[in-house]
């Protein structure tokens, strides 16, 4: 079992540095341009149109800046994104000062959550009702 629980810590620590790593390349390198210059997305160069998750750095970057009524319309998901980056440091260290499974218990809950076929067609309708609005929008 603490093998399996290392790659948790493991795999969500490396997303964390992943994402602020992606975010301070973001706003050190577009510092001053426009947040509509921002992006890089395989699936939108393939094959033209927006993914899903489309805008949604420069939701977060709008986050960082206090606009938010600009990072929901980029993306709502930024707002997953961010509160993603914003508490998941904390219920790591929580998890490795005090020995708990918080991090473990709460991804094997949300696992559950979505074997429920309701919410499962619930969270595909909404990523592709998002997917058909940045489509839309253009992003």
């Known amino acids: 079992m603490p093998l399996q629980r290392n790659r948790y810590y493991l795999f969500a620590a490396g997303l964390l540095l992943l994402g602020y790593g992606?975010?301070?390349y973001l706003k050190i390198s577009h510092n001053n341009k426009a947040l509509s210059s921002v992006g890089l997305c395989i699936f939108k160069q393939t094959t033209g149109i927006p993914c899903p998750s489309c805008g949604s750095s420069r939701?977060?970057?709008a986050i960082t800046h206090g606009q938010f009524t600009e990072a929901f319309l980029w993306n709502p998901l930024g707002?997953?994104?961010a509160a993603v980056l914003l508490i998941l440091p904390f219920v790591i260290l929580y998890d490795l000062v005090y020995q708990q499974k918080v991090l473990i218990n709460s991804?094997?809950?949300i696992?559950?959550?979505f074997r429920?076929?309701?919410i499962?067609?619930?969270a595909i309708t909404l990523i592709i009702a998002n997917w058909i609005?940045?489509?839309y929008k253009g992003v």
Request: no cysteine.
């Open 120 to 122: 499962l067609f619930s």
């Open 59 to 61: 939701s977060v970057l």
């Open 22 to 24: 992606w975010m301070l």
């Open 116 to 118: 429920k076929r309701v």
């Open 133 to 135: 609005w940045n489509i």
């Open 111 to 113: 696992e559950n959550l």
């Open 79 to 81: 707002y997953m994104i």
């Open 107 to 109: 991804y094997e809950r």
